[in-house]
C-alpha cells in the first residue's frame, strides 16, 4: 500500500519547514529507518527517516523550497501503486500526470494553473515565448536568460524546470549587466561566478560588435582555479547572522568582566565525580554548577531577567535559562525552562538532554525559543575573557571563562589559587552599570561558597 511521508510538525509554532537535501531520488528502494531527506525550520535543522520499506514512487518538492507542515512530500510504495490520492494541493503538477497518477514535480503551483502564461516578444519581434509566471519570477531571481530556455511545458510554455536547466548550463546575468547583455544579438560567454555574464563580458563583446568583428572572435575568458570553495548559507546559518547583526544594530551593549576563587567549585565537582553512580547522580559538571548559581541570583536581579520589548520590559518570574550549544549545524541555545526550582541533579540531566538533542537534530524549536538569560561556555577552549552577544529581547547574557592558576597574598604570604573569569554583557537600554556590576558580585559569592547556596 503507498504510503505517503509529510512534512512533520516541529513544534507547535511551526507553521512550514525548508527542505534542504534529498537522500534519496525517485525510483530508489528505501527500507525503514533510511534517511530520505534533510529540512530546517528557522532555529534547527532535521532529518526524516522513513517509516515503510518499499520505493521511493514520487517526488513532490525540490530542495529548498518552504513547504508547508503535515504536508505530503513523497510517496513509499510499490511499482504500480496509484499515487493521486497524495498529490499535495499546493505541489506541481501537469494535468496529464494528474490522470496517470505519475507526475512531474515543481512546474506549477494549483494557484498558477488557473494563471494564464506571460507571453513575451523576442528580440526579432517574429517569435513570441510563452514562459510560466512562477518560470519568470525564478529566472528574474537567478538572472537566467530564458530566451535560451528549450520549453518542455504545455503547448511550448517554458515552466520551471527548463529554467533550473538554464541555471546548470550557466545562462546566468549579475544584474549590473542585465540590461545592455539583452540588447545583445548573441550569447556570452561569462567570466563571473557561476559562469554569470558581467558587465566586463558585455562591454568586450559590445566593443567587438563594433569593431566589425566576428561575434565567434570573442576572447575567451582564462581558466583559473578556484582558490576558495563557496557554500550557501544554511537557513540555521542565516538566522544567527540576522539574530546577532540586530543584536548588535539595535542594543546599547556593554561588558564587564569578574573573576572569583573557583577552588571550592572545583573540589565539589571532584566529589560529584567520584561519588556519582554509587548515589545515583548525573555527570554533574561546572556548567551544570554555574546554571544552578546564576538561576538562584537571578530573581534577584529582575533587570537581568527579562526582555526589553521597546517601549517595556517584561520581568520574569521564573528563570528560563538559554545554554548556548556548539553543534555542525551552528550555535544553538535551547531553553532549561524553569532553572531556579530545579535541582542541581536536574539541571544537569536536563541541559544533557537538550544539548544531545541539539546535536542530533531532534530538539523541538518550541524548546529553542522562551530563554529569558543565556550562558555561554567557551572556557573548554582555554578562552581567558570575550564580549558575548545577547540574544534579543533578552536584556543580558553570562560568558563563562577559562580556570586559570593565579597567586594573591594571604596573612603576607603569597599563595597560588585557582580562578575562573565570566563577562557579563548587558543592554544599557534596560541595565544601568551599577545594577549589573551587584549581580556579578552577588554571583562571585555564590559560587565562592557554593556548598551553603546548596543547603538554601
Not at 106 to 123: F, G, H, S
Not at 376 to 391: A, C, H
Not at 421 to 429: E, N
Request: aromatic share 6%; proline share 5%; net charge negative.
Amino acid at each position: 500500500m503507498a504510503t505517503p511521508v509529510v512534512m512533520p510538525r516541529q513544534g507547535n509554532t511551526v507553521e512550514s519547514c525548508i527542505l534542504t537535501q534529498w537522500f534519496v531520488k525517485k525510483g530508489d528502494r528505501v527500507k525503514e529507518g533510511d534517511l530520505l531527506f534533510a529540512y530546517e525550520t528557522d532555529k534547527a535543522a532535521f532529518e526524516e527517516e522513513a517509516k515503510v520499506s518499499g520505493t521511493v514512487l514520487e517526488i513532490f518538492f525540490n530542495e529548498g523550497d518552504d513547504i508547508p507542515v503535515l504536508t505530503n512530500v513523497c510517496v513509499i510504495g510499490e511499482e504500480g501503486e496509484d499515487i493521486t490520492p497524495f498529490i499535495p494541493g499546493g505541489a506541481p503538477g501537469n494535468e496529464e500526470g494528474r490522470e496517470t497518477g505519475k507526475i512531474e514535480p515543481l512546474e506549477k503551483t494549483a494557484d498558477e494553473a488557473q494563471k494564464p502564461a506571460e507571453t513575451i516578444m523576442a528580440k526579432d519581434g517574429e517569435e513570441r515565448i510563452f514562459i510560466s509566471p512562477r518560470a519568470r519570477n525564478l529566472a528574474e531571481k537567478i538572472g537566467a536568460d530564458f530566451r535560451f530556455a528549450t520549453p518542455t511545458g504545455p503547448e511550448g510554455r517554458i515552466i520551471e524546470r527548463d529554467i533550473r536547466k538554464l541555471q546548470q548550463e550557466g545562462y546566468l546575468v549579475t544584474p549590473a549587466a542585465k540590461e545592455e547583455y539583452l540588447n545583445l544579438d548573441r550569447p556570452v560567454e561569462g567570466s563571473g561566478i557561476g559562469g554569470r555574464v558581467t558587465t566586463a563580458d558585455v562591454g568586450r563583446t559590445a566593443t567587438i560588435s563594433v569593431s566589425g568583428e566576428r561575434a565567434d572572435e570573442t576572447p575567451k575568458a582564462e581558466t583559473v582555479t578556484s582558490e576558495y570553495e563557496e557554500v550557501k548559507l544554511t537557513n540555521i546559518r542565516k538566522v544567527i547572522a540576522k539574530t546577532m547583526h540586530e543584536s548588535l544594530s539595535q542594543m546599547a551593549q556593554l561588558t564587564m568582566n569578574i573573576s572569583f576563587d573557583a577552588t571550592e567549585i572545583l573540589n565539589l565537582r571532584q566529589k560529584f565525580k567520584a561519588t556519582a553512580e554509587v548515589i545515583g547522580l548525573a555527570n554533574i559538571t561546572l556548567n551544570d554548577i554555574l546554571i544552578y548559581a546564576v538561576s538562584r541570583v537571578l530573581p534577584k536581579h529582575r533587570d537581568l531577567n527579562a526582555h526589553f520589548m521597546g517601549d517595556t520590559i517584561r520581568y520574569f518570574k521564573n528563570v528560563h535559562m538559554g545554554v548556548a550549544v556548539d553543534t555542525e549545524r551552528g550555535l544553538m541555545v535551547p531553553t532549561l525552562f524553569n532553572a531556579n526550582l530545579k535541582s542541581l541533579n536536574e539541571i544537569a540531566m536536563e541541559t544533557k538532554e537538550l544539548a544531545n538533542a541539539c546535536r542530533k537534530g531532534t530538539i523541538s524549536p518550541d524548546l529553542l525559543k522562551g530563554g529569558t538569560f543565556t550562558i555561554t561556555n567557551l572556557g573548554v577552549y582555554g578562552i581567558e575573557s570575550f564580549t558575548p552577544v545577547i540574544n534579543p529581547p533578552q536584556t543580558a547574557i553570562l560568558g563563562v571563562n577559562t580556570v586559570e592558576r593565579k597567586f594573591r597574598e594571604k596573612d603576607g604570604v603569597i599563595e597560588p589559587y585557582m580562578s575562573m573569569s565570566l563577562s557579563l554583557t548587558f543592554d544599557h537600554r534596560a541595565v544601568d552599570g551599577a545594577p549589573a556590576a551587584r549581580f556579578l558580585k552577588d554571583l562571585k559569592d555564590a559560587l565562592e561558597n557554593f556548598t551553603v547556596l546548596l543547603a538554601k
